[in-house]
């Protein structure tokens, strides 16, 4: 989408001006006010158990992203002052050098049948091979919209100090195509559990979808000129910050969150599993035995800041909540993105933008002056 010049900055825009703005930039013919009402009280009672109400959060609009050469206005669902300001701000600093540049994987996902009781796991995981296309056949029986395009076996040594025993894994391997995918996965891994455990004799326990998505990385960099940062100094301060965040676990937890804040905003706005991509996102950043940022940054050689950041992220933008909650559709349609890897990119660059403002902040003025400085409006675009 192109976003078209402002006469007004979006904040001093009235809702209704706003609304006009999204309505033009996205190209919007629906009607964005019945997107916006709250949820009928029957459809959440639906979606949950033992409902009694709605609980909302605030949407709003992050403005100046260009990622991979296109403009985006990116919608945010957060309940936090200054995150969409900063974010914002970090954003038009950005487009300076170029905005973001990303890259997804595949949505290749993990489903896995947990085997215990085996006398001989070697032998048990040759014969699972050795049935791997009827496996897999079955599999695919069970998904439209899914593929089972591999299955890989594990054998496990059990650490836990209730001593288990040794147990074997067989994994498929799963493309989610354009969904998140963790029902189709969850069928596909209960389908083919008792043929698992006649092949093997053994006794199939669990048999779930990974959230640990590995296979299905993105990656997101950008460069943030020095002058717009605030001059070299503030340049070295970020990489002092920096350099405590990747060497200090208590540093790192509160690095990560500001991450999230922006992640989760976005995630949430568009109906993905937050509490997934968490999880995942935290599991990555102790990949090496030691809990680190997410986020990378140094200085050029003309001494800007270059950021990066890879995490796990698994998304969707079909099925789930997304076929239900008419917020999360409109949020989608804002964004008009086409496909869950671009989702998963934009989500990136907005968690790289986020840690970003984050830390100039606390490298310079401080969080909570930068929070008030951003909140009274000065820097949002």
């Given at each position: 989408?192109?976003?078209m ?9 009235s ?21 916006l009402r709250p949820?009928?009280f029957?459809?959440?009672?639906r979606?949950i ?15 100046n992203f260009?990622i ?5 206005v990116?919608p ?19 487009k300076?050098k170029g905005?973001f540049?990303?890259e997804?994987?595949?949505p ?10 085996l006398g ?11 049935n ?15 593929v ?16 288990m ?11 989610a ?8 996965i ?28 590995t296979?299905r990385m993105?990656?997101?960099k950008?460069t943030f000129d ?12 970020i990489l ?14 509160t690095h ?19 509490r997934?991509?968490?999880?995942s ?27 990066r950041?890879e995490?796990p ?11 239900v909650?008419p ?14 890897k671009?989702?998963a990119?934009v ?5 790289l ?5 984050a ?7 401080g ?6 400085r ?8």
């Open positions: 989408m192109t976003v010049a402002e006469r007004k900055k979006f904040y001093e825009m809702r209704e001006e706003r609304l006009d703005y999204v309505r033009k930039a996205a190209r919007l013919s629906d009607d964005i006010e019945a997107m949820l009928p029957e459809d959440a009672n979606m158990e033992n409902a009694i109400g709605i609980m909302s959060i605030p949407m709003g609009i992050a403005t260009v991979n050469d296109r403009e985006y990116i945010m669902a957060i309940e936090e002052p200054s995150v969409i300001a900063a974010v914002s701000k970090a954003a038009k600093i950005s300076v905005g540049t990303a997804a994987d595949d290749l996902m993990i489903g896995q049948v947990q085997v215990v009781g001989k796991i070697k032998h048990a995981a040759a014969k699972i091979l050795s791997k296309r009827q496996l897999l056949a079955i599999a695919n029986s069970k998904s439209r919209s899914v089972a395009v591999d299955l890989q076996v594990r054998q496990l040594r059990d650490k836990s100090p209730n001593k025993g040794n147990m074997l894994l067989v994994e498929l391997i799963i493309d195509k354009d969904a998140m995918g963790a029902n189709a969850n069928t596909m891994c209960e389908a083919i559990a008792p043929h698992v455990a006649e092949i093997t004799g053994g006794e199939v326990v669990l048999k779930i979808l990974s959230n640990y998505a296979r993105v990656r997101c950008a020095k002058e717009e940062l605030g001059g070299s100094q503030v340049v070295k301060r002092y910050a920096y350099a405590l965040a990747y060497s200090d676990i208590y540093r790192a937890v990560n969150k500001g991450v999230m804040n922006g992640i989760d905003a976005v995630a949430l706005a568009t109906g993905q599993d937050f997934a991509i968490e999880a996102a935290h599991a990555y950043a102790a990949r090496d035995s030691t809990y680190r940022s997410l986020t990378s940054w140094r200085r050029t050689k003309e001494g800007d800041l270059a950021g950041i995490l992220l698994a998304v969707g933008v079909v099925g789930g909540v997304v076929n909650h917020a999360a559709k409109f949020a989608l349609q804002i964004l008009g993105v086409k496909s869950a671009e989702l990119m989500i990136a660059a907005t968690g933008a986020q840690n970003l403002a830390i100039r902040a606390l490298s310079s003025e969080i909570q002056a930068g929070h008030m951003l909140h009274t409006r000065k820097f949002s675009k």
